[in-house]
């Protein structure tokens, strides 16, 4: 029997698709290197669904409110049965208690996804962080004798957005991206802004919307009213970003794919976490600038982007030290970590 391991991450509406795009990526990495790869919960969309598919993971479902109790006692019974060696959780949901509670109904090395929230409890035996502000220092005297892979190079980055690095592709489009859910409702003013501005540079604009956002068939009318383009849930995401010349995005696991990919990326930020890897991705020149979500409403967005379009070298520098730093080889590299 192949070695296994179970991942449990929690997504949909008012959530996002981030942690189930994490997971996805990690999947993708065990699968390659021969694992068995199980995922706990539902996928959070369809188009989430059919990808989990494409690895060939095996879908548990779990009735329990993720990071319950409940949750944790039936996570570690489908541990139990498929023999798993390790059990990944990603998800705010999923803290100290859930840990304790599954380590002590399964063998599993259990990984922790942590998003940097300094008040979030840690129990897993391993805590995995990929932002770029991820430092030891933070997580003294909170994470035990956790073992702690941090930083970009850990970054969970898709196959897809790997195989489109060596892509040649038309960078005609100014992007905006605000997540699979767009908790704050900013697409359609973010839009609204970026129309005239990506008219005056002569570029198509276009929102990527998650499947998970509710007001997504609002959006793709504000776009055909604008003259511009909606996508909803593409089948290939990672060929929408990388035909990008510029792009707006919100933190989350979309702006490490543009980084990988080496597109010029503004970013915005919902938290204070989000905040603090902003600020570190524009301190080590990987993005353009930095602002909070709340720009795509109240008029700061436009003068921001119209300002590092004017800009003839500084998108091109960023996008070449992002791609570096961004190689798509986290999820490679958190399997041998893992592994061993």
Do not use: K
């Amino acid at each position: 029997m192949a070695a296994g391991v179970v991942l449990r991450a929690d997504g949909g509406p008012g959530i996002g698709l981030g942690h189930v795009a994490r997971a996805l990526a990690l999947g993708e990495a065990w699968r390659r290197a021969g694992w068995a790869v199980h995922v706990v919960g539902e996928a959070g969309a369809p188009d989430m669904a059919e990808r989990l598919g494409r690895i060939a993971a095996t879908r548990h479902a779990v009735a329990a409110t993720a990071g319950s109790m409940d949750d944790a006692d039936a996570t570690a019974a489908i541990a139990r049965a498929v023999e798993a060696r390790i059990l990944v959780a990603d998800g705010a949901a999923f803290r100290a208690p859930w840990f304790a509670r599954v380590a002590s109904a399964t063998r599993a090395t259990t990984v922790q996804l942590d998003d940097g929230d300094a008040a979030a409890s840690l129990g897993a035996d391993v805590v995995l962080n990929p932002a770029a502000d991820a430092a030891a220092d933070a997580y003294r005297g909170r994470a035990g004798d956790a073992r702690l892979l941090l930083g970009l190079p850990y970054a969970p980055v898709r196959e897809e957005v790997v195989r489109a690095r060596d892509a040649a592709q038309p960078a005609g489009r100014l992007l905006l991206t605000l997540g699979g859910a767009d908790p704050d409702d900013a697409t359609r003013g973010g839009l609204a802004q970026l129309a005239p501005v990506a008219a005056e540079g002569g570029l198509a604009l276009t929102a990527l919307v998650g499947r998970a956002n509710p007001a997504a068939s609002d959006v793709a009318a504000t776009a055909t009213r604008l003259g511009a383009e909606a996508i909803v849930a593409p089948p290939d995401t990672a060929a929408v970003l990388a035909g990008t010349r510029v792009a707006v995005a919100a933190m989350g696991v979309t702006v490490l794919e543009l980084l990988c990919l080496g597109v010029p990326t503004i970013v915005l930020w919902r938290d204070a976490a989000g905040q603090r890897e902003a600020a570190a991705l524009l301190r080590d020149g990987l993005v353009l600038a930095a602002a909070p979500v709340a720009a795509a409403r109240d008029g700061a967005l436009a003068p921001l982007v119209r300002a590092v379009l004017a800009d003839a070298t500084g998108p091109a520098v960023a996008g070449a030290r992002a791609r570096a730093a961004v190689d798509g080889l986290g999820p490679r590299r958190v399997v041998e970590a893992l592994a061993a």
